[in-house]
C-alpha cells in the first residue's frame, strides 16, 4: 500500500550534495541518528512540560528537519562506508525513542488523551519491531504502509500545524488517533506478510 517512504528517493538525490560535503567534513552516521534523537527528546520534553500551542509550530518544522536527518544518516552509512552494528542498533533504537516522545505531548491537547495517542505509540512500536525483523527471518527490512513513520510524521506534524495557529483543535477530530492505530495495525499485517512472503520455502526431498 502507498506510504510516504516511496518518494524516498527523490528526496535523497536532493540531499546528496550536502551529504558528501557532510562526509568530507567529517560527520558520521551515528553522530548524525544520536543528534536527531537527542532534538526529538529535548522537543518533546518541552512540548509535554509547556503545552501551548503556539509553541506546537515547532514540530513540523522539527519533523521535516527530522526526515532530512534519517535520509542523510543512511546514506552516510550505505554511500560513504560508515555502515556498523552500532549503526543498526541505532537507526531502529532511536527512532522509536523519537517518535514516543514526539507523539506523546498530545495527550495533553484535546480531543485526544492517553488511550487514544498512547495506542498509537505502542502500535507505532510494533509496526517498527516488525519491519526490522525481516533480516532475522532471512528478508530485508520491511518499510510497508499505510502510516509508516513518514506517514505518522506528516499526520502529527500537520497537527503540531494546526494546533499552532488555531490555539486548539475541533472536537470533531477525536477519531483521527483510532483511525491511525486501524492503519498502523494494517501496516503491521503487511510488514508481517510481506516478510513471510519474502522468505523462499525450504526444499523438502
Not at 521535516?64 to 541505532?90: C, K, P, T, V
Not at 497537527?159 to 483510532?178: C, H, R
Request: proline share 6%; charged share 10%; net charge positive.
Amino acid at each position: 500500500m502507498l506510504s510516504l517512504y516511496q518518494l524516498k528517493p527523490r528526496f535523497q538525490a536532493l540531499l546528496r550534495p550536502l551529504v558528501a560535503r557532510l562526509a568530507s567534513a567529517g560527520v558520521t552516521a551515528n553522530g548524525v541518528t544520536c543528534a536527531a534523537m537527542l532534538v526529538s527528546l529535548g522537543l518533546g520534553v518541552l512540548l509535554f512540560a509547556f503545552p501551548r500551542p503556539a509553541l506546537f509550530l515547532l514540530l513540523p518544522a522539527w519533523m521535516f528537519l527530522r526526515m532530512a536527518f534519517n535520509a542523510i544518516d543512511g546514506m552516510l552509512a550505505n554511500e560513504f562506508g560508515q555502515r556498523s552494528a552500532l549503526g543498526a542498533y541505532l537507526n531502529e533504537l532511536t527512532d522509536v525513542a523519537s517518535d514516543a516522545a514526539l507523539y506523546l505531548p498530545f495527550v495533553q491537547i484535546a480531543p485526544f488523551g492517553w488511550a487514544s495517542v498512547g495506542l498509537v505509540v505502542w502500535l507505532a512500536t510494533v509496526s517498527e519491531m516488525a519491519g526490522a525483523l525481516g533480516p532475522m527471518v532471512g528478508g530485508a527490512r520491511r518499510y510497508d504502509g499505510p502510516m509508516g513513520k513518514s506517514d505518522r510524521a506528516l499526520m502529527f506534524g500537520a497537527l503540531g500545524l494546526w494546533l499552532g495557529l488555531a490555539s486548539d483543535l475541533p472536537a470533531g477530530l477525536f477519531w483521527l488517533m483510532p483511525a491511525a492505530a486501524l492503519l498502523i495495525a494494517v501496516n503491521i499485517f503487511n510488514r508481517v506478510r510481506g516478510g513471510v512472503r519474502e522468505v523462499p520455502m525450504p526444499q523438502t526431498t
